[in-house]
């Protein structure tokens, strides 16, 4: 394997990051820890960085009372003479959190930073640094990239469980070295309560750490906060966002399940007392700007939306698409004309022109739902549809529409090296789409691979739709539905794209990093 190795970073992490990601955070117990105020500002969350490039990248803090944010950078974990940067101050408007933005950074290489918060009536009183590193871009092709992706994380209850020792399946990723982390939706699930315990089927009880924000759920502006800093709980979260730069997308549990605009909440939903779901999405969208470093939402943003490209050198451009926000109610799905669909126009725009303009090898299409596989919607106690497919295996109809304009458009555009990755369906899987087993047939064929969750309940497969005619060539998932994390079931996925040949080596991993399936791709060539 070619991928350029990461000189010094594991000793980091051993290091420097294993005890800055631990900062002023006791260890697990049934209970969320409460933070000891001391005479200066504290950074016991941890720190992110997040979509970086070859020569910028954010970094995110969240401070334990109202702070000056600085930044300082430099070529070696000694950090002798350090670049300094000047962030901005943390207060009660964006719940203490803060990004800043590092620019002129050298290209491909390892950039070890460390954040300090100052009291901002007295800049020289400072709280213990907390440090991270990441690598920018590289532009040689020979460097090659490899990513990992997942999603779903806390969701039907199962929390950071102390027996566990919380989120391990971070730490076997971490034990991969990425450039970065795709995370594909379902970051938090906001519609999910958190109890201290939950019984397992052996006749155990599993045990999670609870939180007042976490005891319901979510409506207002601090109980959504609250939703993503109880992620921030887990050490081993901690420990991976200071090692590895995060791609973040959202999907439906960042506010509410299969939610979509302009949906009111049945009075039968006893469980909310706001019935608006815009309203909740406003609240959940500022909550989520704030505790991820997402470049198009930080603030002063121009535009202020979750999809962007992300260009990872000459070998990969990441399209990061939202599914959620632009899409139409609902439905059954079967419409015969459908200009929304799941994308919305302008969305679907953009993504065809940043396809057409990419010059790299391979071009991620980071969608938070799937295309074929069939993903029904019986919150409002109809037979809706709550993704693409609506399992007519027939002509386009519904969202399959959109998506059909987008597949023609990448073939008679001969836009090569697409590859689709998802989560959210809480299984494994890889597809592969063919024309010659479809109804519809204007496109070249595909490949798109499933993974998820991180740390949530796990499902049967879902059924396929042969309308762009996709084929199942791998699949691990259980039987039962809400399996545990206890019964396994959790999976992320590798790309590692070599920077000699170009392949793109695809590998669906189990929670331990155990490879379950493998499949490598050649660049420049369609229907492999």
């Not at 901005?88 to 002129?104: H, K």
């Not at 969701?155 to 034990?175: C, H, K, L, S, V």
């Not at 992300?310 to 059954?332: C, E, I, K």
Request: charged share 25%.
């Amino acid at each position: 394997m070619s991928h350029r190795p990461f000189p010094g970073r594991r000793s980091v992490l051993r290091g420097s990051l294993a005890a800055s990601a631990a900062l002023t955070l006791p260890a697990m117990s049934g209970a969320a820890p409460a933070f000891a105020l001391s005479g200066r500002p504290g950074a016991g969350w941890g720190v992110q960085t997040g979509d970086v490039t070859s020569d910028s990248g954010l970094v995110w803090v969240r401070s334990d009372r109202p702070a000056r944010m600085i930044v300082e950078t430099s070529a070696t974990e000694s950090f002798r003479n350090p670049r300094r940067w000047r962030g901005p101050l943390l207060g009660a408007d964006t719940d203490f959190t803060g990004t800043t933005r590092l620019r002129g950074l050298p290209s491909g290489e390892q950039i070890h930073y460390r954040v300090l918060l100052a009291d901002p009536d007295d800049p020289r009183r400072t709280g213990e640094p907390v440090a991270g590193t990441f690598r920018t871009v590289s532009p040689k092709r020979r460097d090659g990239v490899r990513f990992l992706w997942s999603g779903d994380l806390a969701g039907q209850g199962w929390g950071i469980n102390p027996d566990f020792d919380g989120y391990t399946i971070y730490r076997a990723m971490a034990e991969l070295d990425p450039d970065f982390f795709l995370c594909s939706g379902d970051n938090i699930y906001a519609d999910g309560p958190i109890p201290a315990t939950a019984a397992l089927p052996d006749g155990s009880t599993w045990r999670n750490i609870t939180t007042e924000e976490k005891s319901k759920v979510a409506e207002t502006l601090a109980e959504f906060r609250g939703n993503f800093r109880y992620n921030l709980l887990d050490h081993n979260l901690r420990a991976f966002n200071a090692q590895v730069p995060s791609v973040i997308q959202w999907d439906d549990h960042e506010v509410r399940n299969n939610w979509y605009p302009g949906q009111t909440i049945l009075d039968s939903d006893a469980r909310y007392t706001e019935k608006s779901v815009d309203v909740l999405a406003g609240r959940a969208r500022r909550a989520f700007s704030e505790y991820f470093p997402i470049s198009t939402l930080r603030t002063g943003a121009r535009d202020g939306r979750v999809y962007r490209v992300l260009r990872q050198g000459p070998l990969l451009d990441v399209f990061v698409l939202d599914m959620r926000t632009y899409r139409n109610a609902n439905s059954p799905d079967d419409q015969t004309v459908d200009p929304q669909g799941i994308l919305g126009g302008e969305q679907l725009e953009w993504l065809k022109r940043e396809l057409s303009r990419s010059k790299a090898v391979w071009k991620v299409i980071a969608s938070d739902m799937p295309l074929g596989l069939v993903v029904p919607d019986a919150t409002e106690g109809r037979a809706n549809i709550e993704a693409v497919a609506q399992g007519d295996p027939g002509a386009p109809l519904g969202r399959e529409l959109q998506i059909a304009e987008l597949l023609r458009y990448i073939k008679h555009r001969k836009i090569t090296g697409t590859v689709w990755l998802t989560a959210d369906v809480h299984h494994t899987s890889a597809q592969h789409y063919q024309p010659s087993r479809a109804a519809f047939t204007d496109f070249e064929p595909f490949w798109e691979f499933v993974s998820g969750p991180l740390n949530a309940g796990a499902f049967p497969a879902s059924a396929l739709d042969g309308t762009f005619g996709p084929e199942r060539v791998f699949v691990k998932a259980p039987t039962a539905s809400n399996v545990s994390p206890a019964g396994g079931y959790q999976f992320f996925g590798e790309v590692d794209i070599d920077g000699h040949s170009g392949e793109l080596t695809v590998r669906l991993r189990e929670q331990d990093g155990t490879v379950l399936f493998t499949r490598v791709l050649q660049p420049g060539r369609v229907g492999q």
